[in-house]
C-alpha cells in the first residue's frame, strides 16, 4: 500500500503578471503576496495547506509538498523573469520554502 502523497498545494508565481515590469505577484495569484513576513505567501493559503497537511498525516501519510509556480519557473522567460534570472525573485522562492518547512515542521 502506498504511504506517500505529493502533494502540489503552493500556488505560487502561477498567473502571468499584468506587465513584464509588474512584480511578480500578479492581482491573480492570491497566494502569492509581496510580504516577506509572511514568507511571501498569503496567510489564508499557509491555513488552507496546514489543514490538508494535517490531515494527509493524521491518515498516517507522509507529505511531500511540491509547488505549482509555472511563471517563477520560466514559463514566461524572457518576457517575464523567473527564479532563474533573476536574483530578488529567487530569493523570495527560497524564504518561501523555508517559511513553509517552519510552518509545518
Not at 72 to 83: L, R, S
Request: some cysteine; glycine content about 4%.
Amino acid at each position: 500500500a502506498a504511504n506517500v502523497v505529493r502533494l502540489v498545494g503552493v500556488f505560487w508565481a502561477d498567473v502571468a503578471p499584468s506587465s513584464p515590469s509588474m512584480e511578480m505577484c500578479a492581482p491573480a495569484d492570491t497566494c502569492c503576496v509581496d510580504d516577506a513576513t509572511t514568507g511571501y505567501f498569503a496567510p489564508h493559503c499557509l491555513e488552507a495547506l496546514k489543514s490538508v497537511v494535517r490531515k494527509i498525516a493524521e491518515a498516517g501519510l507522509w507529505v511531500i509538498l511540491a509547488a505549482k509556480a509555472r511563471f517563477a519557473a520560466g514559463e514566461g522567460w524572457p518576457k517575464f523573469t523567473d527564479v532563474f534570472h533573476d536574483q530578488r525573485l529567487a530569493m523570495r522562492f527560497r524564504a518561501l520554502w523555508a517559511h513553509l518547512a517552519n510552518e509545518l515542521a
